[in-house]
C-alpha cells in the first residue's frame, strides 16, 4: 500500500533550534496538509496546499513555523525558532482534491517533537 | 466555527460485547463526516466517509451512521484488536468554487477490547 513517508519521526532539542520536518506524500496526490497533535487539543489543521500552492496557513503561527512544497513528493514544515509549546507530535496527510470533489486524507505515522 | 464532540472519551468492553460510539457537530453546511482510526504511535487510518443523512457504511465488525447532527460508530462483537482511538471529523461545504478542504476533528475515543 503506498504510504505518506515522513521524517524524522522523533526529534529531541534545545528551545531556539531550527527544526525541519518532511513529508513526502503518496504519487498521485495534488493536496497536502499538516496537522499538529497534542493531548489538550488533538489534531489541528496547521497549513495545506494543492498542486505546491499554499491555500490556508490560518492554523500556523506565522512569526516561528513556516510551510513549503518544494517540488510534488516534498513537504517542508520548519520552526525557527523552536520553544517548549511547540513540543507536540506533527503529522503530514495527502489526498486528491478539486474543485467540488475530495478524496479522504491519509496520514503519515508523524514527527514527535520534543523541545527541552 | 465548526465544532466536534466525541463521547464518551473512553470505553472499555468486553470481547464479543457490542456498543456504540458517538460524534456530535455543528457545521455550516456538511460535506463529509469521515471516521478515523488510530492506533498509539501512529498516524489516524481513514475508515469511512458519509455524505448524507441517512447513510450507513460497513467495514467488518464496524459500521457507521449519519443523521443531520451526529454520526456514531456501531462496533459489533468487538475483538482485541478493536483497540485504538476512534476519531471524527467534519468538512464543511465551501462558500466558493476555491473549495475547502479543512477538517476539524474531535479529540477521539479511546476503546480497549478486554479479551
Known amino acids: 500500500d503506498a504510504r505518506v513517508t515522513q521524517t524524522p519521526r522523533h526529534k529531541v532539542t534545545e528551545m531556539g533550534q531550527e527544526v525541519t520536518m518532511r513529508c513526502q506524500p503518496i504519487l498521485g496526490h495534488n493536496t497536502v496538509f499538516w496537522y499538529r497533535q497534542t493531548m489538550m487539543q488533538g489534531l489541528e489543521l496547521l497549513a495545506y496546499?494543492?498542486?505546491?500552492?499554499?491555500?490556508?496557513d490560518s492554523g500556523m503561527p506565522k512569526d516561528r513555523f513556516s510551510a513549503e512544497m518544494p517540488d510534488a513528493t516534498l513537504a517542508t514544515l520548519k520552526i525557527q525558532p523552536s520553544e517548549p509549546r511547540d513540543s507536540a507530535v506533527y503529522f503530514c496527510?495527502?489526498?486528491?482534491?478539486?474543485?467540488?470533489?475530495?478524496?479522504?486524507?491519509?496520514f503519515g505515522d508523524g514527527t514527535r517533537l520534543s523541545i527541552l | 466555527e465548526d465544532q466536534v464532540t466525541q463521547s464518551p472519551e473512553a470505553l472499555r468492553l468486553q470481547e464479543g460485547e457490542s456498543s456504540s460510539l458517538n460524534c456530535s457537530y455543528t457545521?455550516?453546511?456538511?460535506?463529509?463526516l469521515f471516521w478515523y482510526r488510530q492506533d498509539p504511535g501512529k498516524g489516524p487510518e481513514f475508515l469511512f466517509t458519509l455524505y448524507s443523512a441517512g447513510e450507513e457504511k460497513e467495514k467488518e465488525r464496524l459500521k457507521a451512521t449519519l443523521t443531520k447532527k451526529e454520526s456514531f460508530l456501531h462496533i459489533t462483537a468487538p475483538k482485541p484488536e478493536d483497540s485504538a482511538t476512534y476519531l471524527c471529523?467534519?468538512?464543511?461545504?465551501?462558500?466558493?468554487?476555491?473549495?475547502?478542504?479543512?477538517?476539524?476533528f474531535g479529540t477521539g475515543t479511546r476503546l480497549t477490547i478486554i479479551p
Open positions: 496546499f494543492r498542486n505546491r500552492a499554499p491555500l490556508d
Open positions: 496527510a495527502s489526498g486528491f482534491t478539486g474543485i467540488g470533489y475530495s478524496q479522504p486524507q491519509h
Open positions: 471529523a467534519v468538512q464543511a461545504t465551501p462558500i466558493s468554487n476555491f473549495g475547502n478542504e479543512k477538517l476539524t
Open positions: 457545521v455550516s453546511g456538511l460535506r463529509g
